[in-house]
T-cell receptor
Framework: GQNIDQPTEMTATEGAIVQINCTYQTSGFNGLFWYQQHAGEAPTFLSYNVLDGLEEKGRFSSFLSRSKGYSYLLLKELQMKDSASYLCAGTDSNYQLIWGAGTKLIIKP | DAGITQSPRHKVTETGTPVTLRCHQTENHRYMYWYRQDPGHGLRLIHYSYGVKDTDKGEVSDGYSVSRSKTEDFLLTLESATSSQTSVYFC????????????FGNGTRLTVT
């Protein structure tokens, strides 16, 4: 079957670093997306990985290991505005998106 | 930001009534999608469109129909609303189906009483 797993909730401290993990099982694989969703708002695109390795975009980085079916989103220098849900989505062989339930990240001062 | 507008933003309706949600885009993107989002679930695809009059079912299409008569408009209809269709509905657009990210509308919160 097809499945995306990510932790339900995580807590971190302002200024710290947090890593949000995502494991996937899809029939075929054509890349993995990360989206950010603030409460009551629409998801917004953060990153896309299709090759193994780390993609860095400012304070946010995303990593992919295709052999392990594993990705993570790394957030550095956490700010209060980073409090949000982070959605992981894998693409199957037909480029259909399979979504995780999201990780709610709580930032404490 | 991608130009996507959903209407209405909020709606309360009674069980058994028909409901139509509208998604309007100004980006001229070929692909449009309707998702629902419920607590504890990932976004679930209801229907999608790959062109005018070209639509297909997603994983949770029962009880829903769609229409796309113009590139910019994608309508989602609940023929006879049920309480299980209480949800937040998101429309999304993309340029293609491969590596293009989705751009989402602001969502419609639908409550069926």
């Amino acid at each position: 079957g097809q499945n995306i797993d990510q932790p339900t909730e995580m807590t971190a401290t302002e200024g710290a670093i947090v890593q949000i993990n995502c494991t996937y099982q899809t029939s075929g694989f054509n890349g993995l997306f990360w989206y950010q969703q603030h409460a009551g708002e629409a998801p917004t695109f953060l990153s896309y990985n299709v090759l193994d390795g780390l993609e860095e975009k400012g304070r946010f980085s995303s990593f992919l290991s295709r052999s392990k079916g594993y990705s993570y989103l790394l957030l550095k220098e956490l700010q209060m505005k980073d409090s949000a849900s982070y959605l992981c989505a894998g693409t199957d062989s037909n480029y259909q998106l399979i979504w995780g339930a999201g990780t709610k990240l709580i930032i404490k001062p | 930001d991608a130009g996507i507008t959903q209407s209405p933003r909020h709606k309360v309706t009674e069980t058994g009534t028909p409901v139509t949600l509208r998604c309007h885009q100004t980006e001229n993107h070929r692909y449009m999608y309707w998702y629902r989002q419920d607590p504890g679930h990932g976004l679930r695809l209801i229907h999608y469109s790959y062109g005018v009059k070209d639509t297909d079912k997603g994983e949770v299409s029962d009880g829903y129909s769609v229409s796309r008569s113009k590139t910019e408009d994608f309508l989602l209809t609940l023929e006879s609303a049920t309480s299980s269709q209480t949800s937040v509905y998101f429309c999304a657009i993309s340029e293609s189906t491969d590596i293009s990210p989705l751009h989402f509308g602001n969502g419609t919160r639908l409550t069926v009483t």
